[in-house]
């Protein structure tokens, strides 16, 4: 199939072709100070086969903003994927992709710890109602257990 470039680096890759859960490199920006930053592309679950239910993945987002700026300063963002397989981590000044998935393995750690979910009320999150604690914690315990995949990015034929 045959396709135009996008301005979005994630429109342009073939979604068929990956194996989830992984962890890639999804673009670097250099401003015009010479800051840069790293977008990383963070998949849990396989494109187009399945997701994450919102409150699990809701409150894996509100977990992992607050815990990932534990193990490092240099975080930017922590976003999670409108399709609902994954997130997205920015982060500036740093490069080092086995660090990425040493803070990614403690901060799912950390989630697994928690006994309530970060900013889960009407005055700190838009929809306050819709979180799962128990749904983040599988989600983070599933991501674990295929830690050694997450340099896999496309699958093998």
Request: net charge negative.
């Amino acid at each position: 199939m045959s396709k135009d470039k996008t301005n979005v680096e994630s429109f342009d890759l073939d979604h068929t072709k990956v194996q989830a859960p992984y962890v890639r490199l999804a673009g670097t920006k250099t401003g015009q100070h010479g800051d840069v930053v790293t977008k990383y592309d963070v998949r849990f679950k396989q494109p187009n086969k399945e997701h994450m239910d919102m409150p699990a993945l809701h409150s894996l987002e509100h977990l992992t903003a607050d815990r990932i700026r534990n193990h490092s300063d240099q975080i930017i963002d922590w976003s999670p994927m409108g399709c609902q397989t994954g997130f997205y981590v920015s982060l500036i000044n740093h490069d080092d992709y086995e660090d990425v998935l040493t803070i990614l393995e403690a901060t799912m750690k950390d989630v697994l710890e928690a006994d309530s979910v970060p900013a889960c009320n009407e005055v700190q999150c838009g929809w306050a109602a819709s979180h799962s604690l128990e749904g983040a914690k599988q989600l983070a315990q599933q991501f674990l257990d295929k830690r050694d995949e997450w340099t896999q990015v496309f699958a093998t034929e």
